[in-house]
């Protein structure tokens, strides 16, 4: 659109020309920020090899929960988690729990999280934005198997 002219009147609503086409916004629409924004699980590894979600044998949500049962043997994971976020992601940073393992909450600047050497039992992971605590949880639950138990 070519502008050709524009107005702003008392309520602030701005008025902007072209020569087919006439946009109106209010400026205060224009800097209202929305922080309803969500997490979301992207990939994860068990020992090593990757997965994108939802493709391993062994991955089902359930209740709004992401679970996923392990051998005794596969207790290495990573995850990788995103944002819709997308107005500050460089300085977005994280806090993430272990129920089960972890006595308190870590801080974090990155979107990936990895445990070595769990031991066998069921924990929950618990992810959220630092700056927004009250809305912006993450569960993962995962369910290490003791050893020699089999599916």
């Known amino acids: 659109m070519r502008i050709v002219g524009y107005f702003s009147d008392f309520n602030n609503d701005i008025f902007v020309g072209g020569l087919y086409r006439l946009l109106s916004f209010n400026e205060k629409d ?8 969500y997490l979301y699980f992207t990939s994860y590894s068990i020992n090593g090899e990757s997965f994108p979600f939802y493709s391993h044998k062994n991955m089902k949500k359930e209740m709004e929960k992401n679970i996923l049962d392990l051998k005794y043997n596969e207790n290495t994971i990573s995850l990788i988690f995103s944002s819709s976020n997308y107005l500050s992601p460089n300085s977005t940073k994280y806090q993430y729990k272990l129920q089960g393992l972890d006595q308190y909450w870590i801080e974090s600047d990155y979107n990936t999280i990895t445990y070595h050497s769990i031991p066998s039992g069921e924990y929950e992971l618990l992810i959220r934005e630092q700056k927004i605590l009250k809305n912006n949880l ?14």
């Open 138 to 151: 993450l569960f993962f639950c995962t369910y290490i198997l003791p050893t020699g138990d089999q599916y």
């Open 30 to 37: 224009i800097f209202t920020l929305n922080d309803e924004y």
